[in-house]
């Protein structure tokens, strides 16, 4: 005989297991199937968190390196343990899934190791990890399977020399030389990482600028501060060939508008041209869900699909690639399940990369408002006229607001900064109530703080900035 449940979620990551997790809660028998050994998808297991880890511990070192001596601090002969290093994210992986773990068993939720497939719209049949079979019978099935590493053709990435971001959380030495293609968020964290411990970090990406899709003048600036940093970056060039030999791999690009080709030798490529949705070999089209063109699932706006119990969030569907999107949906979508009104406002989802200074931006950018053809003011406060920032010398970077020119309404707000992260926050809940501009101005922000930046941002919408 079949389990029978409310809802089976496929996958385990933050979409998912957030699901779960809000499904039990609203007392609707639940189960999880995922091919993993331990909870929490990519995202906790070699994404997010690890990489996280690492970007703690090497800022941490490169800071003691070369940042103290400003400080009139002196810590001779530091250095650091790679082994060790590893061993502590690897523990903080181990603690955020097992947490994970916990609240499974603290919600009753049934967690299945093993790969899921359609049979049926109500029928899932699970490939056990340990061998066998599982059929599960379910009323409501939310896919939760985010995304997987895309390549470029005829490059494989074997996780030694060529590398995706999983070998690239693995080293077990620092990179004389890393070639990094692509010049999006993982990419650029990650090549931070390895910068910091004394890798030479070469660039290569397809666009004129690094971070496509978010606002030009943070792309740009952004770029003159990580060559500042020391970091080298291709850009307009396309890669046309990766050759690995026995010490080395020699890496081929040339001008993306065309022009003589060029070589670069390094020890180590890591492949980050992006992702794709993982929907292969679910069965979808067996139970005809429909799907787009890039492989995602199609929804309506209360996360269902075009199969009656079949639901869909995250990576999967459109949108972009970030946990917390697919955590919300996740709530959202059980919530609808549970007959509830479950709600995500995709026009406020932030988006940081986690490199020093970070950069964090949400709503639309100068170009999305001129596209869209939206009047609008915008109003700019650089960090090196914030007073906690110049006491901690970390003065790179600025906010900038877009305010819509008739009615004040924050359409979209840019950082980049040494805790742009944590500052995106306050613009993401002022564009949630439909804060205006003059709102954040008037609102006061604790002194001295580079939040004050924010304030000023806003009071240079209306062209009356105090500090500057």
Not at 173 to 184: A, D, Q, S, T
């Amino acid at each position: 005989m079949a389990d029978s449940y409310d809802v089976v979620i496929i996958g385990a990551g933050p979409g998912g297991y957030v699901a779960a997790i809000r499904a039990a809660q609203l007392g609707l028998k639940t189960a999880c199937i995922d091919k993993r050994d331990t909870l929490g998808g990519t995202c906790l297991n070699v994404g997010c968190m690890p990489s996280k880890a690492l970007l703690h511990a090497s800022h941490l070192y490169h800071e003691a390196v070369h940042d103290f001596d400003k400080f009139g601090l002196s810590a001779k002969g530091v250095s650091f343990d790679l082994k060790k290093m590893m061993a502590a994210k690897d523990n903080t992986v181990t603690g955020l899934t097992g947490g994970i773990e916990f609240l499974f068993k603290k919600n009753k939720i049934d967690w299945i190791k093993g790969a899921g497939r359609f049979t049926a719209k109500d029928t899932i049949e699970v490939a056990l990890n340990d061998g066998g079979k599982q059929v599960v019978k379910a009323k409501n099935t939310i896919i939760a399977t985010g995304s997987e590493v895309a390549s470029l053709p005829g490059m494989e990435i074997d996780e030694d020399r060529i590398v995706s971001s999983t070998g690239a959380l693995e080293f077990s030495e620092v990179p004389k030389h890393l070639v990094v293609i692509g010049g999006g968020v993982i990419g650029l964290e990650l090549g931070s990482v390895w910068a910091r411990l004394g890798a030479e970090v070469t660039v290569v990406e397809f666009m004129d600028q690094v971070l496509f899709g978010m606002d030009l003048e943070v792309r740009k600036t952004f770029g003159r501060i990580l060559k500042k940093q020391g970091m080298k970056l291709k850009l307009s060039s396309k890669v046309t060939g990766v050759k690995t030999l026995k010490n080395s791999v020699k890496v081929t690009y040339e001008p993306v508008k065309g022009g003589e080709p060029e070589t670069i030798s390094a020890d180590r490529v890591l492949v980050s041209v992006g992702r794709r949705p993982y929907t292969d070999g679910l069965g979808l089209e067996a139970i005809g869900v429909e799907m787009d063109d890039r492989s995602r699932v199609k929804i309506n706006h209360d996360f269902s699909t075009n199969v009656p119990g079949i639901w869909a969030i995250g990576d999967v569907v459109e949108g972009p690639m970030l946990a917390h999107k697919a955590e919300d949906e996740g709530v959202a979508c059980a919530e609808n399940i549970a007959g509830l009104t479950g709600y995500v406002n995709h026009d406020v989802i932030p988006g940081v990369v986690y490199t020093f200074p970070e950069v964090a931006s949400v709503g639309k950018s100068e170009e999305d408002l001129k596209d869209a053809g939206v009047a609008y003011t915008a109003g700019k406060f650089p960090f090196t006229a914030n007073s906690r920032a110049k006491a901690n010398m970390s003065t790179d970077g600025f906010v900038k607001i877009l305010a819509d020119k008739s009615t004040d309404r924050v359409l979209g707000v840019h950082i980049i900064g040494a805790d742009a992260g944590n500052m995106i926050a306050q613009a993401a809940t002022a564009m949630e109530f439909g804060a205006s501009a003059e709102d954040i101005a008037l609102t006061c922000h604790a002194h001295p703080t580079e939040t004050e930046a924010m304030k000023e941002a806003a009071l240079a919408v209306h062209k009356r900035t105090i500090h500057m």
